[in-house]
Every structure is written in structure tokens, then in C-alpha cells.
């Protein structure tokens, strides 16, 4: 299932649902309903949002060095392909919206 994350400030961001409901989780947001979740991120609430996905990232971050280095020190290297997907990486499209919503005064929704 497809989640789409939708702001008057940026375009339209479509992301897999495990990977939104991770995202969300760290921003306090729920994944509900289940079959059909939905939400918003309102103007007062995304300084907070952005600041724990930055952290998140942050932490992350670091870990996912230290693991790439245990990584490329192991007998092969490291192959870009079979790296996974940090999560950094994965929360960037949304923290960028988050970021401009915030400029512009805008809401944050999501939905199927």
C-alpha cells in the first residue's frame, strides 16, 4: 500500500506504508485506521515534527557509519546494490516538506 504525504508548500511524496509508519512513529503520529490510516501534521506541530526526524536521522546517521565501516573492513567491499536504504536517507523527502510547510504557514496531510 501506497502512502501519499500531500502540503499547499511541496510536492506530493509517495512512500511504501512500513516505511511512513516508521517515519510517522517518530513523530507521534498514528497509523490509523489500519486499512485506510490518515492524518495531519497542523502548522503548530511540524517544529517538533522536524526536529524528531532530524534527530532520528542524525542518530542513525552515525550508527549507519559505523556500521558501513565495520562493513568495508569485512574480506568484501562494500557493494552500493546491497547497501539498505538508511534512515536518513528515507526520511529526507519528508523532513524537506516539513520544512517548507513550516515557511509557508501550510498543513501536512497523508492518507491512501
Not at 6 to 32: Q, T, W
Not at 74 to 96: F, G, K, N
Amino acid at each position: 500500500m501506497l502512502v501519499t504525504f500531500k502540503s499547499k508548500a511541496a510536492a506530493e511524496i509517495y512512500m511504501y506504508a512500513e516505511h511512513a509508519k516508521m517515519l510517522l512513529d517518530l513523530i507521534g503520529k498514528p497509523f490509523e485506521p489500519p486499512q485506510a490510516p490518515m492524518g495531519v501534521i497542523t502548522v503548530e506541530q511540524l517544529p517538533a515534527a522536524l526536529a524528531a526526524l532530524r534527530g532520528a536521522a542524525e542518530h542513525a546517521t552515525h550508527q549507519g557509519k559505523e556500521a558501513l565501516r565495520t562493513y568495508e573492513e569485512s574480506e568484501r567491499p562494500a557493494d552500493p546494490l546491497t547497501m539498505p536504504v538508511s534512515l536518513a536517507q528515507r526520511a529526507y523527502p519528508l523532513m524537506d516538506m516539513l520544512e517548507r510547510a513550516e515557511k509557508k504557514g501550510a498543513v501536512v496531510t497523508w492518507g491512501v
